[in-house]
């Protein structure tokens, strides 16, 4: 994941909205992938977005893409304990491997 | 529809030994890859397999090997065990040959080697 950067943490009050950042290297990446793990399990694909699109909406997730500053975000409306998890972002390298930041940590708080 | 499925879930080794790990790929997917998570941290690529061999191999040792069946389940060795080598092992399928739109992964194996 060292091509893939995230905050490590973010503490969000249940019913707010969540926005976890993430920057990569690779200009030439596909597609973008959001990812959550909770404590104990794999990975959950959330969503993803291709590359020569600027925003995806899927229910209460917004992906926003910046091609120019390699930047990545995903908004999450609403949120509530459930989403407490970590969340990986990752590109896609050519077409056989993902490459993932180190994962931010969200916490949701009543 | 059954997702990926992987087995054992959990696995205690000690240096030196050998483990194998297994994955059955999502119904319809052809391709597996494999990541080693270490603790705090976010999945490192080890290798994909495609029509039963290796296609692309991240940076890891060559005491970690792969073997794809002909119906596309596949195998994770590690040879050698260190205690770096203590990690959720996950693998992941996707279609048709490639990465495409998504790649589902599976619950992981948890391996410790003591």
């Known amino acids: 994941g060292e091509d893939v950067e995230q905050s490590l943490f973010l503490s969000v009050r249940e019913g707010d909205s969540s926005v976890i950042n993430c920057t990569y290297t690779d200009s030439s990446s596909t597609y973008l992938y959001w990812y959550k793990q909770e404590p104990g399990a794999g990975l959950q694909l959330l969503t993803y977005i291709f590359s020569n699109m600027d925003m995806k909406q899927d229910q209460r997730l917004t992906v926003l893409l910046n091609k120019k500053d390699k930047h990545l975000s995903l908004r999450i409306a609403d949120t509530q304990t459930g989403d407490s998890a970590i969340y990986f972002c990752a590109e896609s390298i050519s077409d056989y491997k993902l490459s993932f930041g180190a994962g931010t940590t969200v916490t949701v708080r009543a | 529809d059954a997702g990926v499925t992987q087995s054992p879930t959990h696995l205690i080794k000690t240096r030196g030994q050998q483990v194998t790990l297994r994955c059955s790929p999502k119904?319809?997917?052809?391709?597996v890859s494999w990541y080693q998570q270490a603790l705090g941290q976010g999945p490192q690529f080890i290798f994909q397999?495609?029509?039963?061999?290796?296609?692309q191999r991240g940076n890891f040792p060559d005491r970690f090997s792969g073997h794809q069946f002909p119906n596309y389940s596949s195998e994770l060795n590690v040879n050698a065990l260190l205690l770096g080598d203590s990690a959720l092992y996950l693998c992941?399928?996707?279609?048709?040959?490639?990465?495409?739109?998504?790649?589902?992964f599976g619950p992981g194996t948890r391996l410790l080697v003591l």
């Open positions: 992941a399928s996707s279609p048709d040959g490639g990465l495409q739109e998504t790649q589902y």
């Open positions: 397999y495609y029509e039963e061999e290796e296609r």
């Open positions: 119904s319809g997917h052809d391709t």
